[in-house]
């Protein structure tokens, strides 16, 4: 079984520009979550898809992160235009429905390390 | 809210020694509590996990954690370390809310493992 996979592995773009970061998750995971660590500091959560309904976007920094799961399959974070401080690893994440008893565990992607120059 | 502290940014063991990383948490509610580790190149991976079944909780890789609530630790070890433990490891906390849950992280441990 295919795990979570993030696209692209790095990107290096100047800043105001555009960038667009895609997850695909475990298939049949109705939950895909969002976070980003930035050098240094621990990892945040930004926001957390049920299906293609945004669950919980309190994370997200500000309005020039905008993220989309059309269809309750992949997901995109797409930032615009990008500040140096956006500079860091986007991880994707994703989980089954959550049982009786706690919790499903959160699979990981490798993540996508963004450097805004 | 909840909060993690993991004490120290890095980890020096020695082939065959002790493994301890520290995490101490803060949450108001009865918290879930989880142990990833993270290889180079590669994602998150989940070593183990408290959801308040037994205190002592055994992961991979031999690796284990007990949940104290009187000191709100949940310290990670392994009784002797291998090279292959060399990585990055983050204690995480998270509590239901609505049906769903999200990951509070701390900063992360890097394990340093020289022969």
């Known amino acids: 079984e295919a795990g979570v996979t993030q696209f692209p592995s790095h990107s290096v773009i100047e800043k105001g520009q555009t960038v667009t970061l895609r997850c695909d998750p475990i298939?049949?995971?109705?939950?895909l979550y969002w976070y980003r660590r930035v050098m240094g500091k621990e990892i945040k959560f930004l926001l957390h898809f049920v299906k293609e309904s945004k669950q919980d976007e309190s994370g997200m920094p500000n309005n020039r992160f905008l993220a989309e799961r059309t269809g309750g399959t992949y997901s995109t974070l797409k930032v615009q235009p990008a500040e140096l401080e956006d500079s860091g690893v986007y991880f994707c994440?994703?989980?089954?429905?959550?049982?009786?008893?706690?919790?499903?565990?959160?699979?990981f992607g490798p993540g996508t390390r963004l450097t805004v120059l | 809210a909840q909060s993690v502290t993991q004490l120290g940014s890095h980890v020096s063991v020695s082939e065959g020694a002790l493994v301890l990383l520290r995490c101490n948490y803060s949450s108001s509610v009865p918290p879930y509590l989880f142990w990833y580790v993270q290889y180079p190149n590669q994602g998150l991976q989940l070593l183990l996990k408290y959801t308040s079944a037994a205190t002592l909780v055994k992961g991979i890789n031999g690796f284990e954690a007990e949940f104290k609530k009187s000191e709100t630790s949940f310290h990670l070890t392994k009784p002797s370390a291998h090279m292959s433990d060399a990585a990055e490891y983050f204690c995480?906390?998270?509590?239901?809310?609505?049906?769903?849950?999200?990951?509070?992280f701390g900063k992360g441990t890097m394990l340093l493992v020289s022969p």
């Open positions: 995480a906390v998270s509590v239901m809310n609505s049906g769903y849950s999200t990951l509070t």
């Open positions: 994440a994703s989980s089954q429905t959550t049982l009786a008893g706690g919790p499903s565990e959160q699979f």
């Open positions: 298939s049949g995971h109705d939950n």
